[in-house]
């Protein structure tokens, strides 16, 4: 079982990056995929989840309106469109599978997790 994120690096104030986390080892469907970001000395926290379908998503307020979460159940692959990005949103974002929508934000009911991708916004 893997997840991988990739798409972060290293964006001026204003940008956008995209990132994408591919599932292989489980039924990607069967899963609510979600976003997590940890900045350094603070807790991780939820950003953003998807049902299994995509039919519903939810994002923090801190993020509505710039960021946007899709999935797509044919490539096994979640993703993360971030605009207007700033300082603030510097962290390592992780990618989570959950099989309960009610799970989304308990971190410890998580099924699985990938390793990471760093995102750093800077000018």
């Known amino acids: 079982v893997q997840l991988v994120e990739s798409g972060g690096g290293l964006v001026q104030p204003g940008g956008s990056l995209r990132l994408s986390c591919v599932a292989s080892?489980?039924?990607?469907?069967?899963?609510?995929m979600t976003w997590f970001r940890q900045a350094p000395g603070k807790e991780r926290e939820f950003v953003a989840a998807i049902e299994n379908y995509g039919i519903g998503r939810t994002h923090v307020d801190s993020v509505k309106g710039r960021f946007t979460i899709t999935r797509d159940n044919a490539k096994n692959t979640a993703y993360l469109q971030m605009n207007g990005l700033g300082p603030e949103d510097t962290a390592m974002y992780y990618c989570?599978?959950?099989?309960?929508?009610?799970?989304?934000?308990?971190?410890?009911?998580?099924?699985?997790w990938g390793l990471g991708t760093q995102v750093t916004v800077s000018s």
């Open positions: 989570g599978a959950v099989r309960r929508w009610s799970d989304r934000k308990i971190m410890n009911n998580y099924d699985y």
């Open positions: 080892g489980f039924t990607f469907r069967d899963y609510h």
